[in-house]
C-alpha cells in the first residue's frame, strides 16, 4: 500500500512538473509554436498538424518574440495565461485566420505588459479577458467573440497606453469590447470596426466602449457601427469620462452609426475636449426610465472645459436628441460655421414629448444652421429646452435654422448610393443599402437626399 502511495505521489508530481508554467529566458530569442514545443517541457504540445495547446501560463520575456505564422492555426490554451513582456508578431499569410480559443468552462487569458505587439488575423474565441498595460500594440483584422470577465472588465482592457484596433469585429461578449480605467490614461485608436451585442451580462450598465482619461494623443473613434441590437436592456453605445480630473482629453468622433443603445455618446467629467462629426447616432432608447439615459448624445461637464464641437451629425429616433449637464461649452453651429446636424424625431415616451436639444444647464449653447425636421420656428422651440423654459436654464441660439425661409436650406437632389454610407429615412436607420423600389425622401451623411 505504501508502494502504491508513493507511485501515486511520484506520477502526480511528474504530471505537474509536465504542466508547469514556462518563461523564456529573455536572451532575444524568437520561438514559433513549433519551437515552443521542444523547449518548453509540456507547457505546449502539439496536438495534430498546425495544432497546438498551451496546457500552463506561458511568458514571453522583455527581448523574447512570439512569431505566429503558417505554421500555426488552432492555438488552445484552455485555463491558461498568455503573458508577453517582449513581442508577439503575427505573419499568419494564409486566407484562414489562426484561432487561439478556450472553452466555455475554461476559458484563455493574455497580458501584453511593456510589450510590442503586431497582433492580424487572429480569431479570439472563448476568452476571460486581454490586458494591455503599458504596450505599442496593433489589433488588425481579429475577431472576439464569447469574452467573460474573469480576468478583465472587458474584451479589451487599457491601461497607460494607446493601442490601435482596426477592422476587427467584436459580438457576444459579456463586457465592453474596450475599457479603459479611470486612474489611467489611454488614448485608444479604434477604426473601422463592427462593435454589435456586447454587453451580455443582464444588468450590467455599460457601454460597448468605455473609456476613462485619455492620454497624450487623441482618442479616435472612426467609421465603426456599434449596434446593440442583440444585447440586453441599458447597454450603452459609447462613453469617454474624466470623473477625477487626470488630464486633458481629446476626442474624435467621426463617421459611425451608433445604434440601438441606452445612449448613443456619453461625454462627462473634466477637460474633455471632442470633435463629433458625420455620425449616425440613431435609435437609442433602450432605457426604461428616460431619466437615466437614452441620449443621443449627453455632454456632462463638471467644468466649462468639458468641450464638444458638433458637425454634420444624424441624431434621431432617441429619447432625447442632445442633452446638456450642468457645465460644458457645447458648439453646435454659429453664424459663420453652421452645424449641418439633423436633429429631430427624438420622442421621450416617458415624458410624451419631444425633445432634441435639452440646455439642462445654465450654459449657453450656440446651435445655429440644423435641421430640426421643420421650418417653422415655433415647432423647432417646442422641441428644444432652455432659458425660455426656465430662466435658470442657458440660452440655445439655434435661428437661422436649415429651411428658415430658404436661407441655406439643404438642397435635395439625385444622388449616387453609396454603399459605405448609412441611410436614414422617417428618422429609422436602413444600413448601406436603401430598398430598390424606395421613392422620397432620405438622409445620407447629414443632407437630404431624393430617389
Known amino acids: 500500500m505504501k508502494r502504491l502511495c508513493l507511485l501515486i505521489a ?18 532575444g530569442t524568437t520561438y514559433t509554436f513549433p519551437d515552443l514545443v521542444n523547449v518548453t517541457n ?18 514571453i520575456s522583455t527581448n ?16 491558461a495565461l498568455i503573458t508577453i513582456q517582449g513581442s508577439m508578431i503575427c505573419e499568419n499569410t494564409g486566407n484562414d485566420r489562426v484561432w487561439i480559443y478556450g472553452n466555455e468552462s475554461s476559458q484563455f487569458s493574455m497580458r501584453f505588459e511593456n510589450a510590442t505587439a503586431d497582433i492580424k488575423r487572429i480569431y479570439f474565441n472563448e476568452g476571460a479577458g486581454i490586458k494591455l498595460i503599458e504596450s505599442d500594440v496593433t489589433i488588425d483584422d481579429s475577431q472576439f467573440i464569447f469574452f467573460s470577465r474573469e480576468y478583465a472588465s472587458g474584451v479589451l482592457d487599457v491601461f497607460n497606453c494607446d493601442p490601435v484596433i482596426k477592422n476587427c469585429s467584436f459580438t ?6 474596450v475599457c479603459s480605467p479611470a486612474n489611467g490614461r489611454a488614448s485608444v485608436q479604434i477604426l473601422n470596426c463592427l462593435i454589435n451585442s456586447n454587453v451580455t451580462t443582464e444588468g450590467l450598465n455599460m457601454p460597448q466602449i468605455n473609456l476613462g482619461p485619455g492620454g497624450d494623443d487623441t482618442i479616435r473613434i472612426v467609421g465603426n457601427e456599434i449596434s446593440g441590437e442583440n444585447a440586453h436592456w441599458f447597454v450603452g453605445g459609447v462613453s469617454v469620462a474624466d470623473l477625477v480630473n487626470t488630464g486633458s482629453t ?17 461625454q462627462q467629467g473634466f477637460n474633455i475636449s471632442s470633435v463629433i462629426v458625420g455620425n449616425q447616432i440613431v435609435d437609442n432608447f433602450c ?11 449627453s455632454i456632462n461637464g463638471s467644468a466649462v ?18 442633452t446638456a ?4 461649452n457645447i458648439d453646435l453651429g454659429t453664424e459663420d460655421d453652421w452645424g449641418n446636424n439633423v436633429i429631430t424625431n427624438n420622442y421621450n415616451y416617458g415624458l410624451s414629448a419631444e425633445y432634441d436639444l435639452y440646455n439642462n444647464s445654465g450654459c449657453a449653447i450656440m446651435a445655429v444652421g440644423n435641421d430640426w425636421g421643420f421650418t417653422d420656428q415655433q415647432i423647432i422651440e417646442n422641441h428644444i429646452v432652455h432659458q425660455v423654459d426656465d430662466p435658470s436654464y442657458g440660452l440655445v441660439t439655434y435661428i437661422p435654422f436649415i429651411g428658415d425661409d430658404g436661407i441655406g436650406e439643404i438642397p435635395v437632389e439625385a444622388n449616387t448610393l453609396n454603399d459605405n454610407l448609412f441611410y436614414t429615412v422617417e428618422g429609422r436607420c436602413l444600413g448601406t443599402r436603401l430598398p430598390e423600389n424606395y421613392k422620397g425622401v432620405y438622409i445620407l451623411n447629414g443632407k437630404k437626399f431624393v430617389k
Not at 64 to 79: F, H, N
Not at 288 to 295: A, K, L
Not at 305 to 322: D, E, F, H, K, Q
Open 10 to 27: 511520484l506520477v502526480s508530481g511528474l504530471v505537474s512538473a509536465i504542466n508547469a508554467q514556462w518563461i523564456s529566458p529573455g536572451n
Open 42 to 59: 509540456g507547457t505546449v504540445v502539439e496536438a495534430s498538424a498546425k495544432s497546438f495547446t498551451v496546457t500552463a501560463d506561458l511568458t
Open 64 to 79: 523574447d518574440v512570439l512569431l505566429i505564422d503558417d505554421q500555426v492555426k488552432m492555438i488552445e490554451a484552455s485555463g
Open 172 to 177: 457576444w461578449n459579456e463586457g465592453p469590447a
Open 250 to 266: 481629446k476626442v474624435l468622433l467621426k463617421d459611425n452609426l451608433i445604434t440601438y443603445g441606452r445612449y448613443g455618446y456619453n
Open 287 to 297: 432605457e426604461s426610465n428616460p431619466m437615466n439615459g437614452g441620449s443621443g448624445i
Open 305 to 322: 472645459y468639458n468641450t464638444a464641437y458638433i458637425r454634420n451629425n444624424v441624431i434621431t429616433g432617441n429619447l432625447w436628441g442632445i
Open 325 to 328: 449637464i450642468y457645465m460644458h
